[in-house]
């Protein structure tokens, strides 16, 4: 089964982090930060409607300026998910500027400020001159977003500040197989939709399924379906190396398909990622390789390992293919 999205990276591994998802069979997009991204066409910035911020350090916001001015005039809103202090520093960036011609324009912007129980919903839109309306708050159980045929949840880490990592998922793809269903003799009907919410649901083998009057268990249909897993990609990005923040990560990111995850320093200057609350290279190997992902792209490199790039690369995925723990 084909995937539904593809994703990249915009920039270089020395610039700003900031990953491109784009949805095949839609004219959408999700954009994991927001740093430097005007080497994105006019056509990709209008496809981004759900924007992922994991902080609010200017390497991974700078971008929401250019997207802002790109969507001014779109008539689908805007959303924008980040950790505690998103809305006021969103409020902030509008406030930048004078908005006195603006209330003829369509673009409606939506806030979701996330903390590890909550999240706070705040909304911006053009007609009001971007004045804020504050929509109130609502439980935070990890899913930030539910648009079937994706999800993206997101970890609460810490950064020295509140930091989130991203994961977006896609449903798992089923495909009912026609030759089965007639060696079987049962007809294509309503409760082959029943059946497949029972295998998203993961029902037990002996949950009844009526078809045409005659009752089955679920174990014995389940077979005339194949079940893709949908794909997994996470992002993870300036986190302290502290032992609760990387369990969380690799509990996180458990079986990505990829993972793209920051390579800041390398492991000779630890001391220095501890200090600056980054990961080193063999620090995103391990994460990694333990939680068993099966693509790793590197990210997001100090400026003065410019002309050590490979050193980094060899770094984590040394540790990445290892098969021991340090
Ligand atoms: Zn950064
Ligand atoms: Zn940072």
Known sequence: MKPTFHHRLINSQFEDPSLFVRMLRESRAFLFDSGRIDRLSTGDLLKITDVFVTHMHIDHFIGFDTLLRALLRRETPMRVYGPEGIIECVEGKLRGYTWNLIEEYPIKIDVFGISERRVRHSSFYAENCFARIDK???????????????????????????????????????????????????????????????????????????????EFKFSELVHIASITEGQKVSYITDVSPQEDNLTGVIEFVRNSDTLYCEAYFLHEDRERAFERHHLTAKMAGEIARKAEVRNLVLMHFSPKYRDRAERIEEEAMREFTSQSSY
């Open 136 to 214: 109130g708050e609502k439980a935070f159980g990890g899913t930030v977003l539910e648009d079937p045929p994706y999800a993206v949840r997101a970890a609460c880490l810490s950064h020295g500040i509140p930091c989130l990592g991203f994961s977006v998922e896609e449903d798992v793809h089923i495909n009912i197989d026609k030759a089965a269903l007639d060696v079987l003799g049962l007809p294509v009907g309503p409760w082959l939709s029943d059946l497949k919410r029972m295998i998203r649901e993961k029902a037990s083998p002996d949950a009844p399924l009526c078809v045409d009057s005659r």
